[in-house]
């Protein structure tokens, strides 16, 4: 697994923005992805995960604005984000796991392999 992410960067509240994350990878598929978020001097938060069957899970403060979804043909993960405001600022990965998690797909110990991270910044 080679998680390389796109996408970002700078918007006004209320605004959209889309990332991208393609496994340049080969072997196993992962059964996990996730997207997290994190801020200086803070811990890396889960916002949204997908199953290897689709199925997908929110945390409350970006459900009914972010949409997470995978293309298998293009080994690609995406976050749709919509009503951006200025609490979603923040620093974002994509994050692989070969491994169900054991706890929670929100905890960033539950992934082995991360993308290199790409800033979003939300105006207001």
């Known amino acids: 697994v080679q998680l390389v992410q796109s996408g970002g960067g700078s918007v006004q509240s209320g605004g959209s923005l889309t990332l991208s994350c393609q496994d340049f990878?080969?072997?196993?598929?992962?059964?996990?992805m996730g997207w997290f978020r994190q801020n200086p001097d803070k811990e890396r938060e889960g916002v949204a995960a997908?199953?290897?069957?689709?199925?997908?899970s929110y945390v409350d403060s970006v459900k009914g604005r972010f949409t997470i979804s995978k293309d298998a043909a293009k080994k690609t993960l995406y976050l749709q984000m919509n009503s951006l405001n200025t609490g979603d600022t923040s620093m974002y990965y994509c994050?692989?796991?070969?491994?169900?998690?054991?706890?929670?797909?929100?905890?960033?110990?539950?992934?082995?392999?991360w993308g290199q991270g790409t800033q979003v910044t939300v105006s207001s």
């Open positions: 994050a692989a796991s070969l491994r169900r998690p054991g706890s929670s797909p929100f905890k960033s110990y539950e992934y082995e392999y």
């Open positions: 990878g080969y072997g196993a598929r992962p059964l996990f």
């Open positions: 997908i199953r290897s069957d689709g199925g997908t």
